[in-house]
């Protein structure tokens, strides 16, 4: 077997999730990883850690001094304002950039068939740098349209090597702060309903063991462009619930179908899974979500009560 050269790989963010599974990865493959953040919560063994505030390019330049990397692997750009700064600093310093997006750049599909990266075409996409993207709420709120415009600033015009993985929702690990999972055991232990809408549409997911090896693949690939990351075949709300319920001693689901109003995670009134061929045709193998789903929920959920 031919050993892969070792890259010089920057991972911005990276403390926690799918973030430490990729560096604990790109360790075991033999590259050499540095992780800027903002100094919250120190690096793993044998990583270099940079500290600057990623939203001020003064601190970011300073930080990276004369570096230069193969790859760059962007966990935390939310906003077209960090994609451009992004864009400015590392321009000249890195061979490739990938950027973690994620399925919410499709929150406006509502297809009944698999998404391909063409429905969402950075090119096409309008940059507004004067909106609130500093206003933390503004920016959670409008999660989707900030991924969108940080994929056109990276994309626009030659010279920056990019592409924009579009994640599906990550499932497992004992580590995942998210809570959703958490929530449907916790209806399912007090006997209370589960909101979903009236018509509830099946979704695509990915393991976060998975979506950690795609992110280290794609660093050592040269395409660009936009790719989704997604396992096979989509999950409904029910499939999931199921798989709690077996997690937690006589759970069972009861479905309350509301037409307005909030609903319960994991659950869409819209169709936009996303297809994964373009993954598959360049050359990443994801597994199915029914084959992992049953550990995923038990990584997250521990043994039971």
């Not at 911005?12 to 953040?37: C, D, F, Q």
């Not at 321009?91 to 919410?104: A, D, H, I, K």
Request: with cysteine.
């Amino acid at each position: 077997m031919v050993m892969e050269k070792a890259r010089e790989v920057l991972v911005i963010g990276g403390n926690r999730y799918v973030g430490k599974r990729l560096i604990a990865r790109l360790l075991a493959e033999g590259h050499r990883v540095t992780v800027l953040n903002r100094g919250s919560a120190p690096p793993p063994a044998g990583v270099e850690h940079l500290v600057a505030d990623r939203d001020d390019e003064r601190s970011l330049t300073g930080a990276l001094g004369s570096r230069v990397f193969d790859a760059v692997v962007d966990q935390v750009c939310y906003t077209p304002r960090q994609a451009a700064i992004a864009r400015r600093v590392f321009t000249g310093r890195t061979r490739r950039y990938v950027l973690t997006s994620t399925v919410e750049v499709y929150e406006y599909e509502d297809s009944p068939v698999l998404v391909r990266e063409e429905a969402v075409d950075p090119s096409t996409v309008t940059v507004d740098l004067d909106l609130p993207w500093d206003d933390p709420a503004f920016r959670e709120s409008h999660y989707g349209e900030g991924k969108r415009q940080a994929e056109a600033v990276l994309a626009a015009g030659p010279g920056f090597p990019s592409t924009s993985v579009r994640v599906a929702h990550v499932l497992g690990g004992d580590d995942d702060f998210t809570g959703r999972l958490a929530h449907y055991a916790d209806r399912m232990r007090a006997g209370e309903p589960i909101a979903v809408p009236a018509v509830n549409r099946p979704a695509t997911y990915v393991y976060v063991e998975e979506i950690a090896r795609f992110l280290a693949w794609a660093a050592g690939q040269d395409f660009t462009g936009p790719v989704n990351a997604a396992s096979h075949g989509t999950l409904t709300t029910e499939e999931l619930c199921a798989a709690v319920a077996a997690r937690v001693p006589g759970g069972r689901a009861v479905f309350r179908p509301v037409e307005v109003g909030e609903v319960s995670p994991f659950s869409f009134r819209r169709s936009y899974g996303m297809d994964n061929t373009r993954a598959a045709r360049l050359g990443f193998a994801f597994t199915d979500a029914r084959q992992w789903l049953p550990t995923a929920v038990a990584e997250t959920l521990g043994k039971g009560d």
